[in-house]
């Protein structure tokens, strides 16, 4: 298979604190995504970051990536009530041409006010 | 913002009935894509859709699922006979091209319940 797994499963912070999800995955791939999915409902896409880029950066998120550990994290700063979501990284497949986006389980986050 | 639109939101059927969920990609988007998510499990690529022609799919779009593009704006997923297995949340996507560098931009999802 070519995607691995979010950690944490599940994570409860107090509002105001950071949340850190890591992904990671098991081939070469082209791009990562991060999607947001509150309970029962639509994926988000909230950032993509490419293969030869590190970090990126979109308003209280950041993005990580390391190739050479095929892992990625995402980091959410001063953390709001309406950040509770599941968190998931997509990839896609670097050989192949394919389009596909293969998905992990998912952070399932919990921000208490 | 232009996002993707699904209809229905939700959809009750039979097993053994035929159901076409619908969706509305991003005007300016080429490739098109249907995923599904059964409760509690990872998001699944079903199939994609260029030019026309299906240009990728899964092990799970057996001949029992078909896609099309009717008209310049639908894009269509039919189940021809349900099963219960088939009981999950389906996503259409698109994206203006493929995968080097474009988002997949997801609509709200099709509950679909297989009695």
């Known amino acids: 298979s070519q995607q691995g797994e979010e950690d944490p499963q599940a994570l409860s912070i107090q509002e105001g604190e950071n949340a850190t999800m890591n992904c990671s995955y098991k081939?070469?791939?082209?791009?990562l995504q991060w999607y947001r999915q509150n309970s029962g409902r639509g994926l988000v896409h909230l950032i993509l970051?490419?293969?030869?880029?590190r970090e990126k950066h979109s308003g209280r998120l950041r993005v990580t990536l390391d190739t050479s550990k095929k892992s990625s994290s995402l980091l959410i700063t001063a953390s709001r009530a309406a950040d509770t979501a599941s968190y998931f990284c997509?990839?896609?497949?670097?050989?192949?041409?394919?389009?596909?986006?293969?998905f992990g389980k998912g952070t399932k986050l919990t921000v208490n006010p | 913002e232009p996002e993707v639109t699904q209809t229905p939101s939700h959809q009750v059927t039979q097993m053994g009935q035929e159901v076409i969920l619908r969706c509305v990609p991003i005007s300016n988007h080429l490739y098109f894509y249907w995923y599904r998510q059964i409760l509690g499990q990872k998001v699944e690529f079903l199939v994609s859709f260029y030019n026309n022609e299906i240009s990728e799919k899964s092990e799970i779009f057996d001949d029992q699922f078909s896609v099309e593009r009717p008209d310049g704006s639908n894009f269509t997923l039919k189940i021809r006979s349900t099963k219960l297995e088939d009981s999950a949340m389906y996503f259409c996507?698109?994206?203006?091209?493929?995968?080097?560098?474009?988002?997949?931009?997801f609509g709200p999802g099709t509950r679909l319940l297989v009695l």
């Open positions: 996507a698109s994206s203006r091209g493929s995968l080097f560098g474009e988002t997949q931009y």
């Open positions: 081939t070469s791939i082209n791009n």
């Open positions: 997509a990839t896609d497949a670097a050989q192949g041409g394919s389009e596909k986006l293969v």
């Open positions: 970051i490419r293969s030869n880029e």
